[in-house]
């Protein structure tokens, strides 16, 4: 996976976290609701979510298991298909875990 994707996955997934506790706290503290301002946030945040969705649960995944070798237990397609299954489960959880709390709060 080119370094580029995965850094501006990273940024993205960092400014998604931010709008979201920024719109929050606008809420939560200072009774601020303004669905027009809400409804832009959570544009940009399904916009970054998408591309930190398909970049760290699709794409990071089948470049891992294509560049796998086999090993003595396992044919290389068994291995591919193990890497893309642990790969894809473990990246859906952590989403599911950061970009859901900001769509509830949000």
Do not use: H
Not at 9 to 28: N, R
Not at 48 to 61: D, E, K, M, R
Not at 71 to 94: C, H, K, P, V, Y
């Amino acid at each position: 996976m080119p370094i580029g994707a995965l850094l501006i996955g990273g940024v993205a997934e960092v400014i998604f976290g931010i709008l979201g506790v920024y719109v929050s706290v606008l809420s939560l503290l200072f009774d601020w609701n303004n669905p027009t301002a809400t409804v832009g946030f959570l544009i940009i945040q399904a916009v970054f979510g998408w591309y930190v969705f398909l970049t760290f649960v699709i794409a990071s995944p089948i470049i891992s298991a294509k560049n796998a070798t086999g090993t003595d237990l396992l044919s290389r397609s068994e291995q591919r298909a193990l890497i893309i299954l642990g790969n894809m489960l473990g990246s859906i959880t952590f989403c599911y875990a950061l970009q859901g709390g900001q769509f509830i709060m949000g």
